[in-house]
T-cell receptor, first 110, second 117 residues
């Protein structure tokens, strides 16, 4: 079945630093989504990508749909304490349910 | 606007007891509905999804079941809970487009934390 590898598993950064995380899949995807989950809550959609090469921003967040269609990247610029949480990538190919990565736990040190 | 409600928020149940978790969606019709389980510190595991009333697809074998008695209601059940059923259960919905039914992003509820004793 489809598998997603998300890295890094966790990150500790200083406030104000930029953050990068990525996901790679074993197969070609036609949709990539990035979610953020705060403790005790459900994931919230950050960015949705539908086209290879697509680069989309949401405030300080920028995500890209890789040209190979097997990867996606999420960047956060000038991190702030409220960026703390778990970031999940998710993707799908064809008419199949989403596959989720295992998440990147982000900690921001003020 | 669309909203999704899950309840209860937390639940403590003894091993062998039954389970019923409910999820309802407002502000949309004919959504795709999903149940996920998230073990502590882990990713999301899809348990069930439904594209319409009475239509349930199971992704993993388990002692849980799902039902969709109404268009915007999705229920997760078990007749006898196991210790391994503990976790954070999330319901989600996504809209449908005529052509690309699966292309819509999923929106999650706030989850139910289930502890089995």
């Amino acid at each position: 079945g489809q598998q997603l590898n998300q890295s890094p598993q966790s990150m500790f950064i200083q406030e104000g630093e930029d953050v990068s995380m990525n996901c790679t899949s074993s197969s070609i995807f036609n949709t990539w989504l990035w979610y953020k989950q705060d403790p005790g809550e459900g994931p919230v959609l950050l960015i949705a990508l539908y086209k290879a090469g697509e680069l989309t921003s949401n405030g300080r967040l920028t995500a890209q749909f890789g040209i190979t269609r097997k990867d996606s990247f999420l960047n956060i610029s000038a991190s702030i304490p409220s960026d703390v949480g778990i970031y999940f990538c998710a993707g799908r190919s064809g008419n199949t349910p989403l596959v989720f990565g295992k998440g990147t736990r982000l900690s921001v040190i003020a | 606007s669309q909203t999704i409600h899950q309840w209860p928020a937390t639940l403590v149940q003894p091993v062998g007891s039954p389970l019923s978790l409910e999820c309802t969606v407002e502000g949309t019709s004919n959504p795709n509905l999903y149940w996920y389980r998230q073990a502590a510190g882990r990713g999301l595991q899809l348990l069930f999804y439904s594209v319409g009333i009475g239509q349930i697809s199971s992704e993993v074998p388990q002692n849980l079941s799902a039902s969709r008695p109404q268009d915007r209601q999705f229920i997760l059940s078990s007749k006898k809970l196991l210790l391994s059923d503990s976790g954070f259960y999330l319901c989600a919905w996504s809209g449908k487009l005529q052509v690309k039914a699966w292309s819509q992003p999923q929106h999650f509820g706030d989850g139910t934390r289930l502890s089995i004793l």
